[in-house]
């Protein structure tokens, strides 16, 4: 019982330990973007048409995708695994507690998806606008387009808190084998109230017939 929760939560300490490294990466380079992206004065005119320089926040917001993507898919996927063989294997004597548990780590599951998406949809479409915009071929209907102070940092905000809640569900769903070493005892005991049992009947049965079993 103890070797399988030690190594339980070793495992867990481990792809915590990834889902930190990676979510950490996507922090700073998100961070980084932020004062790396293009700014107004970086805009060129040539009569109607406009141009934007490419700008390394381009790189750097691509990164933090990449990295942020790999940090959801392993915590989420290991969790959602764990979450599977736990209901697969119901204690009986926790229902309720494992249905309380159940609920809160699939909230968290849905609120880390969610804060994924915001913060994939702020790095990616600042990105974009990173990528460098030629005349003519602007971000948008030809127009140039500038990020706006702060888009990077939101980003690099919801990392963080997309970190944060993968962490949280990592260590709110545990093994099954925490919930199914109940039975054993349990056996042992009926067994042994049988046994004690029928002790108790044969000892009532030789104090009604004194000294039967010696007779012919």
């Not at 932020?34 to 805009?43: N, P």
């Not at 915590?75 to 249905?99: E, H, I, Q």
């Not at 387009?145 to 949280?168: D, M, P, R, S």
């Not at 067994?191 to 004194?210: F, K, L, N, Q, S």
Request: net charge positive.
């Amino acid at each position: 019982m103890m070797e399988k929760e030690g190594r339980g939560l070793s495992c867990r300490a481990a792809i915590s330990g990834i889902v930190v490294l990676l979510s950490a990466t996507a922090f700073s380079c998100s961070l980084a973007a932020e004062f790396r992206k293009v700014k107004d004065k970086d805009m060129k005119l040539d009569g109607s048409l406009c141009s934007l320089p490419k700008s390394s926040a381009f790189e750097l917001g691509v990164t933090a995708i990449a990295f942020l993507t790999v940090a959801q898919l392993v915590g989420t996927t290991a969790a959602a695994t764990t979450m599977c063989a736990s209901n697969s294997k119901p204690n009986k004597s926790a229902v309720t507690r494992g249905r309380v548990s159940s609920m809160a780590s699939v909230a968290l599951l849905v609120l880390s998806w969610v804060c994924f998406a915001l913060a994939v949809i702020l790095l990616a479409t600042a990105a974009s606008m990173n990528g460098g915009q030629r005349y003519g071929w602007g971000w948008m209907d030809g127009d140039c387009y500038v990020a706006k102070n702060g888009v990077f940092g939101g980003a690099a905000v919801l990392v963080v808190v997309t970190a944060l809640l993968i962490l949280g569900l990592t260590f709110a769903t545990k093994p099954a084998e925490a919930g199914t070493t109940t039975t054993a005892p349990t056996s042992c005991a009926r067994g042994d109230a049988a046994r004690t049992t029928t002790i108790r009947v044969d000892a009532a049965t030789d104090a009604e017939h004194p000294g039967g079993r010696s007779k012919q």
